[in-house]
């Protein structure tokens, strides 16, 4: 744990009563304008800032209790896990964070709407939902930029997770990572669109964290990412306060596949896009040289999610009938403050 968190959480757990169950939701995000490096492993700060926009009812249900059995237990999808696993390994790294060496065994039980590492951001929603549900849990008054700071140490994209609509989160300055944090940005786009393009649902063969690593470490194209990253991130934030989506389409492609060549550039390379999502690309491609208005971004994963107006939704479904589409502005429950 991290300084910074560490007074932030024992400042909070002062007078901390006995934990209540409490559950929690958040939603999943596709980044706008990619993280993709960090500056500082130990904190998970970025080395640019970046720009989400949410994706509704998709992502992460979580409920932390009491453990019936005197024995962590962690749950996903309704099966309990081996606690050696990656995946409740951390969990449990994380909610020490919070109980620190006490002996307070817990059940967390997260339920995942959208499919688990398969690059739509199931980690982002997961710990997000997760640093709410133990704030509530523990009765901690905690804000959303507190609570962001702390999501940020279990994955650094779940900062921009604790709010629906457009999310930045701030690279910052300081060393101890106090100012890097999301921010809500409060600027509605109702006619803006999402669409999943599911290529493959499975896990995927390389982690985000261990892929951006090798990236940082290998590819000849990285060390030029994070001056580019961050004037995209300028320039998408200024297309949304426009809602100009004739700047806002064209750079947020450019910026995906920018972070894709870097990956690509590596020693050995590294591909998370397939010969599937290459083939939904050269499809997009072409409808948009006969008129379809709609631009790809792809997160660390196979999976292509297209932005578009909502006047284009039935020619998007034309050309991809098995897309899903996501009015990120809908009504959604109230996001923390």
Not at 133 to 146: P, R
Not at 239 to 252: K, Q, T
Not at 319 to 333: G, K
């Amino acid at each position: 744990m991290t300084d910074a968190v560490r007074t932030l959480i024992s400042k909070a757990m002062a007078d901390v009563p006995d934990v209540q169950p409490a559950e929690a939701f958040a939603p999943s995000n596709i980044a706008l304008s990619k993280y993709w490096g960090k500056r500082d492993k130990a904190r998970n700060l970025p080395l640019n800032s970046s720009i989400s926009i949410s994706l509704g009812d998709l992502g992460s249900h979580t409920s932390v209790a009491l453990s019936p059995t005197d024995k962590d237990e962690v749950t996903l999808d309704g099966e309990t896990l081996d606690p050696d696993s990656a995946f409740a390994a951390r969990t449990l790294g994380f909610v020490d964070m919070f109980r620190g060496d006490k002996h307070l065994p817990l059940l967390v039980q997260t339920r995942n709407t959208i499919p688990t590492a398969a690059g739509l951001a199931s980690s982002a929603s997961g710990f997000a939902a997760l640093t709410q549900a133990l704030c509530a849990a523990f009765d901690l008054s905690l804000s959303g930029t507190d609570m962001s700071r702390i999501a940020r140490l279990g994955s650094g994209s779940a900062t921009r997770s604790l709010w629906h609509g457009f999310v930045k989160w701030s690279k910052g300055e300081a060393e101890d990572g106090s100012d890097s944090h999301g921010i809500k940005l409060d600027h509605r786009w109702d006619n803006l669109r999402i669409a999943i393009i599911p290529v493959d649902k499975g896990i995927k063969p390389q982690s985000s964290r261990d892929g951006m690593n090798h990236s940082a470490r290998t590819s000849p194209l990285f060390p030029t990412w994070p001056a580019q990253a961050e004037k995209d991130c300028a320039f998408i934030e200024t297309a949304i306060l426009e809602r100009n989506f004739d700047a806002l389409g064209p750079r947020v492609e450019a910026n995906a596949l920018a972070m894709h060549a870097t990956m690509i550039a590596a020693r050995p390379p590294l591909a998370y896009l397939t010969e599937k999502s290459w083939s939904v690309l050269a499809n997009l491609w072409n409808a948009r040289d006969n008129g379809l208005s709609a631009f790809a971004t792809m997160d660390a994963g196979p999976n292509v999610k297209l932005v578009f107006e909502e006047n284009s939704t039935s020619d998007v479904l034309s050309v991809f009938p098995e897309a899903q589409v996501i009015s990120p502005f809908s009504d959604h429950a109230q996001a923390p403050s």
